[in-house]
């Protein structure tokens, strides 16, 4: 009979996966030992196997539930907004609120998810491009006449790397970016900061 679950087990494994993904940002995930990530958390290797049978497991576990985050704050971000603009400014400020405190998971994404599998990096792609294409799908609506892929693309690219740089603790807190980055491609750089807020 299989040993019950302690009440405590998907905070301690969220716990783990935080710090993994920090040293795997920080170092690499092939610099990083199991028995580097267990001294991080202050147990045992045997305590982390109880959790994953290996770091390639755990970097699955972490980069799947990283994206499928991104994809299910998307989809209730859409459903918030009544017009276009309400649902991009809902869809930003989603992703901003996840991006300011999700850095290092978003860095282990870009750099090590060629280290898995074919099939856990096809579902980690496929869960990648379902958030884009909530992305395009505005860009449609609001400029259609703009080159749908290209336009995406740079709106995405205005948040996707704000890991390297963006301060949420900063002057610009992380919806008031995102509301920021609505302006500029609402508006355009000399109206930006000056939109209607929902």
């Known amino acids: 009979m299989p040993r019950p679950r302690a009440a405590d087990y998907d905070e301690k494994r969220q716990a783990l996966l935080d710090t993994a993904a920090a040293l795997f940002a920080e170092r690499g995930f092939a610099r990083t030992s199991m028995g580097a990530i267990a001294d991080a958390c202050g147990a045992s290797k045997a ?20 994206v499928a985050r991104l994809r ?20 930003l400020r989603a992703m901003m ?5 999700s850095g290092a998971k978003h ?4 750099s090590d998810l060629g280290v898995l599998p074919e099939g856990p990096q096809a579902q980690i792609v496929a869960a990648q491009r379902e958030v884009v294409s909530l ?13 749908r892929a290209a336009t995406t693309m740079a709106l995405l690219g205005m948040i ?3 890991y390297t ?7 610009l ?26």
Do not use: C
């Open 47 to 66: 305590w982390i196997y109880h959790y994953y049978p290996s770091k390639e497991s755990l970097l699955e576990d972490m980069l799947v539930a990283h």
């Open 72 to 91: 299910e704050a998307g989809t209730v971000a859409l459903g918030a907004g009544a017009s276009p603009e309400a649902q991009l400014r809902a869809l």
């Open 97 to 101: 609120r996840i991006y300011a405190r």
């Open 107 to 110: 860095i282990v994404l870009l």
């Open 135 to 147: 992305f395009g799908g505005l860009v449609g609506a609001l400029a259609p006449e703009a080159p």
């Open 160 to 162: 996707n790397f704000t």
């Open 165 to 171: 740089w963006f301060d949420p603790d900063g002057p």
């Open 173 to 198: 807190d992380p919806e008031a970016y995102a509301d920021l980055v609505a302006d500029l491609f609402l508006r355009g750089v000399g109206q930006a900061g000056g939109g209607e807020r929902p």
